[in-house]
Nanobody
């Protein structure tokens, strides 16, 4: 079972920056194929913000492209989401997400963090 520990977030003024960190505890029989962040604003569905894939490519939500930057430390199984030029519409609960395979038969799995609130004040 992959456990995710999130940190960062909080209250930020519009135009400001903050960073989210997600550290995964990965069992030895587990392979991670993607790791990143989703967000869910009040009354809206959860959406992908940024995701790092096994081939080292990174996908971004169009609305955050050029403002948010995802980096990954494979040695520590940790991802960092640097969030810049924050706007009130970025206000949401941000969830760390990981998916991959585990065990001899490579069973697919995905895990979610508990979520961390980011509130951008205007």
């Amino acid at each position: 079972q992959v456990q995710l520990v999130e940190s960062g977030g909080g209250l930020v003024q519009a135009g400001g920056s903050t960073r989210l960190t997600c550290a995964a505890s990965v069992p030895s029989n587990t392979s991670i194929s993607a790791m990143g962040w989703y967000r869910q604003a009040s009354g809206r569905s959860r959406e992908l913000v940024a995701e790092s894939l096994f081939d080292r490519t990174t996908n971004y939500l169009d609305a955050v492209e050029g403002r948010f930057f995802l980096s990954r430390d494979n040695a520590k199984d940790t991802v960092y989401l640097e969030m810049n030029s924050l706007q009130p519409e970025d206000t949401a609960v941000y969830y760390c997400h990981v998916k991959g395979t585990r065990g001899l038969y490579r069973i697919l799995f995905e895990s979610w963090g508990q979520g961390t609130q980011v509130t951008v004040s205007s």
